[in-house]
Structure formats: C-alpha cells, structure tokens
C-alpha cells in the first residue's frame, strides 16, 4: 500500500506487556498489515512494549508513538488517561508506575486470598510467571480461572467472581489523575482523557466539571474516537474539545481479535486521521 493511501491511526492498543494477547512487535505488524500509517502502544501501567514495539514499526514503515495507559482514582466509572510522546526512562514516570504495580500486587494478593475462601486455590507466583506480562491484574486472573476449568471463558470469571460487586472483586487502589497527568507532563508526554463514556457521568455539566478539573491539572487531549463512543459520544465529546481547547485522540482499544476486546486493530465505529496525531504533536510541551 502506498504511503500516501495510509491515512489513518489507532492511539489506544495494548499488547502481551500488559493484558493484550499479541506481542508489541507482533501488533505493529497488524498496525501495518491493516494499512495504517501510525500506531500509539497504550499498555496499562507499564513502559516495558514500548521498545520492541518501536523498533518493529520503523522496519516496517510505521509512525510509532510512545504510549500509556494508566488509570486514576474515581469514586465511579474508569478515569484512564493516556500519556503520549513520553520518555519511557524519565525516572518521576518508573518510580509512579511501580508505586501503580505494587498497589496491583497487593490487590491481586487480596483477590487470591477471596478466591481462597471460594475453594479456588490460585498460587501468586504461579499467575505471575503464566501471564507472562509486565503488569498482572483481573483478565490474567480470570484466564487463570479458565485454565483451571473453573469458568469457561473470561466473561463467566467475571461475572462469578472478578466484576464489582461479585465475591472475589476488590477495589483497586490508584493515583490521583492529577498525579498521573503531571508526571506524563515530566516524561515530555501529553496527556489525554481515555474513553470519556466510562467516566460514569449522567450529565453534560458532571462530564465539563470532570474535564475542567483535569484541563486545569495539564490535560491536553480528549479521546474522541473509541469503539464504545456511538455518534452522539462522539459530537458529544468533540464539543468538549472544542469548549476546554482540547486536541482529540482515537484509537481501537485493541486487546484481542473475537467478541470481548476485538474491535479490530484501526478500525472501530470511527476511524482517526493522522491530522489527529500532527495537531496533538504540535500541543508538546
Ligand atoms: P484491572 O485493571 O486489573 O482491574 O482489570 C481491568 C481489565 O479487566 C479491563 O481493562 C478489561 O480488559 C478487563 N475487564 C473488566 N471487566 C471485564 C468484564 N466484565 N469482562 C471481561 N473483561 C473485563
Ligand atoms: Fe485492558
Ligand atoms: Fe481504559
Ligand atoms: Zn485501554
């Protein structure tokens, strides 16, 4: 395909690093494959895919942007925010990722010892060295409750044991998202609202009071396009754009291909433009 038909991104995927099922090098070969022209890894509260990921994407012509996803305390919904062009070495970035890992460990400990009480012996060195991922939480857990026969697929461990509200599910302790946007801030990154339709909110204002809270903490983007957004979301949240001067981000939120997680890799309700990425470029710090 030729570069100039590449016009399209996707700014939000995960890998084997967190708890993707394709290795980062291995995504960017179906970033390419699937006729993109750039590709942001987001894994979940590690820098670990980045390099490898990088390195595939530039033998293969790909733009690779440098990405995480880390989520923030809310007392509902999901508050992720998405860091960008961050320096995966910037030593403010590592100490908060493994204050973030140190607060999963504990919490997986936790829901080890609730499944325990269930009957269901899980060992914590045994999961960590199966999953093989840099950051262990609930979907390595779940996988684990399959390989044992105790559920048949991941929906089932969830809605049984590891969802809000079911025996074995325990809050996770966070960073403040102030917290996490300023130190993508120190890493050279930008920062943006992943998935505003998870955020829990029932009202535009609740929505403007979230996002001006978060404009005046340094956030930098909003995460227009997202294969849960339908098109009202999608007006919806690029009128927030608009309204705080925000740039706007997209991505498939990709995990896996099949019914939970696969949305495709580019694709989703909405494709992003690689415009997105040069404007969000030129908000760098
Ligand atoms: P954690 O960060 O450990 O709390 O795990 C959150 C991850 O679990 C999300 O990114 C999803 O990939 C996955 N997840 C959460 N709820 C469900 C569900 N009901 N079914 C399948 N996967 C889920
Ligand atoms: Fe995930
Ligand atoms: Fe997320
Ligand atoms: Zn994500």
Redo the contacts with the bound molecule.
């Keep these: 395909m030729a570069m100039e038909s590449r016009r399209w991104i996707d700014l939000?995927m995960h890998s084997t690093a967190s708890d993707g099922v394709y290795p980062p090098a291995k995504l960017m070969e179906i970033a390419w494959d699937r006729g993109l022209s750039a590709a942001a890894l987001t894994d979940?509260d590690t820098v670990s895919g980045l390099d490898a990921a990088s390195e595939r994407a530039r033998k293969v012509g790909l733009e690779f942007v440098n990405g995480i996803?880390l989520?923030a305390a809310r007392d509902r919904g999901?508050l992720?925010i998405?860091g960008y062009f961050i320096n995966p070495k910037c030593p403010a970035l590592l100490t908060l990722l493994d204050r973030i890992v140190s607060l999963r460990n504990q919490r997986n400990h936790d829901v080890i010892a609730r499944l325990a009480d269930l009957g269901i012996d899980i060992d914590h060195e045994r999961l960590n060295m199966r999953a093989g991922a840099d950051v262990i939480g609930r979907p390595h857990i779940a996988a684990e409750l399959v390989r044992c026969g105790i559920s048949n697929d991941m929906r089932h461990a969830f809605n049984h044991y590891l969802g809000r509200g079911k025996p074995a599910f325990i809050e996770r302790q966070t960073v403040s998202a102030e917290e996490a946007i300023a130190v993508i801030r120190e890493a050279g990154g930008v920062a943006s609202l992943?998935?505003p339709s998870?955020l829990g909110c029932e009202t535009l204002l609740e929505l403007e009071t979230v996002c001006h809270r978060l404009v005046s903490a340094g956030l930098t983007a909003i995460e227009v396009n997202h294969p849960d957004h339908g098109p009202r979301d999608i007006e919806r949240f690029s009128g927030i754009a608009a309204r705080f001067d925000l740039a706007r981000t997209g991505g498939s939120?990709f995990h896996r291909f099949g019914p939970a997680g696969g949305h495709g890799i580019g694709f989703g309700k909405r494709r992003t433009p690689f415009s997105w990425l040069d404007l969000l470029n030129q908000r760098r710090v």
Excluded: K, Y
């Design positions: 939000h979940h996803e989520a999901a992720h998405l992943a998935h998870q939120d």
